[in-house]
């Protein structure tokens, strides 16, 4: 594995305001080998939503609501799907689904549920993704940044109480946010058959933080790391392609419904 020099804009949201405001773009690029197939880079944002039970037999799965995060027409700002018109996820069992929009690129979904945040140092995390109800292809933002452009979803942690840095030039949020790395699902075409992901939490050299820099890449990497999973305050999934882990996705003819299944086990 073989990792690019990053360039990096800082960017930062007080998550408590509906705007979700940037102060500016963060962005990283990262080389994975040929035989992955895929290239990857981190953008940061904080995220909420409401709390939801659990449900299953020793399963945490989707709770209502979980919330999708899309840009503005800016790019620069994330907004909230909250309204009954602005086409907001829904939950039916343990399957979540939305839309995506024609010229809307979907950046995240995530949830705040107390029965799948938290210390999540024993759990494994696990999706099924599937697509339905389109006929066009994936496109992201800015065309991914890098060749080969593989738009993919991918699992997102963030913590706040995991403030640290990776590199002698990036700041203390750094470390807040952690993506899962290379695990990640391919989004090619709408329709699309369900596909399925493991992920351990716990896993070395399995996750990495904002500046890029993986969770078994130093002793700081990791000790910030572990505050992460220990602290989990958001959990879910971050769309993006090419060389960026979240700079969003939507479908080519503005059709087709996201389908998603996340459980944590044990």
Same mark, same amino acid.
């Given at each position: 594995?073989?990792? %690019?020099?990053?360039?990096?804009?800082?960017?930062?949201?007080?998550?408590?305001?509906?705007?979700?405001?940037?102060?500016?773009?963060?962005?990283?690029?990262?080389?994975?080998?040929?035989?992955?197939?895929?290239?990857?880079?981190?953008?940061?944002?904080?995220?909420?939503?409401?709390?939801?039970?659990?449900?299953?037999?020793?399963?945490?799965?989707?709770?209502?609501?979980?919330?999708?995060?899309?840009?503005?027409?800016? !790019?620069?700002?994330?907004?909230?799907?909250?309204?009954?018109?602005?086409?907001?996820?829904?939950?039916?069992?343990?399957?979540?689904?939305?839309?995506?929009?024609?010229?809307?690129?979907?950046?995240?979904?995530?949830?705040?549920?107390?029965?799948?945040?938290?210390?999540?140092?024993?759990?494994?995390?696990?999706?099924?993704? !599937?697509?339905?109800?389109?006929?066009?292809?994936?496109?992201?933002?800015?065309?991914?940044?890098?060749?080969?452009?593989?738009?993919?979803?991918?699992?997102?942690?963030?913590?706040?109480?995991?403030?640290?840095?990776?590199?002698?030039?990036?700041?203390?949020?750094?470390?807040?946010?952690?993506? %899962?790395?290379?695990?990640?699902?391919?989004?090619?075409?709408?329709?699309?058959?369900?596909?399925?992901?493991?992920?351990?939490?716990?896993?070395?050299?399995?996750?990495?933080?904002?500046?890029? %820099?993986?969770?078994?890449?130093?002793?700081?990497?990791?000790?910030?790391?572990?505050?992460?999973?220990?602290?989990?305050?958001?959990?879910?999934? %971050?769309?993006?392609?090419?060389?960026?882990?979240?700079?969003?996705?939507?479908?080519?003819?503005?059709?087709?419904?996201?389908?998603?299944?996340?459980?944590?086990?044990?």
């Amino acid at each position: 594995m073989k990792l %690019s020099r990053w360039n990096i804009r800082s960017a930062k949201r007080d998550e408590e305001t509906s705007n979700n405001s940037w102060e500016n773009r963060l962005r990283r690029t990262a080389w994975i080998a040929p035989g992955l197939g895929v290239a990857i880079t981190a953008l940061s944002l904080l995220v909420s939503s409401t709390a939801g039970p659990s449900q299953g037999h020793g399963l945490a799965t989707f709770a209502a609501p979980w919330t999708v995060y899309d840009y503005n027409p800016s !790019g620069r700002e994330l907004r909230p799907r909250v309204s009954l018109g602005s086409m907001p996820a829904t939950t039916i069992g343990d399957t979540t689904s939305f839309p995506f929009l024609a010229n809307v690129y979907t950046a995240r979904l995530t949830t705040k549920d107390p029965s799948l945040t938290g210390d999540l140092t024993t759990k494994t995390l696990n999706l099924t993704v !599937g697509v339905t109800g389109g006929s066009g292809t994936f496109q992201d933002q800015n065309n991914g940044g890098c060749n080969p452009d593989t738009k993919t979803v991918r699992f997102i942690i963030t913590s706040p109480q995991a403030s640290g840095t990776t590199d002698t030039d990036t700041r203390g949020f750094y470390t807040q946010f952690w993506w %899962s790395n290379p695990m990640s699902i391919p989004l090619v075409a709408d329709p699309q058959a369900p596909m399925t992901i493991t992920q351990p939490v716990n896993a070395p050299g399995m996750w990495s933080d904002l500046n890029g %820099s993986f969770n078994n890449s130093s002793s700081e990497a990791m000790d910030a790391f572990l505050i992460a999973m220990q602290n989990v305050k958001t959990v879910g999934l %971050s769309f993006g392609g090419g060389c960026f882990f979240e700079n969003g996705v939507t479908t080519s003819d503005g059709s087709g419904t996201f389908n998603g299944t996340f459980t944590e086990t044990p």
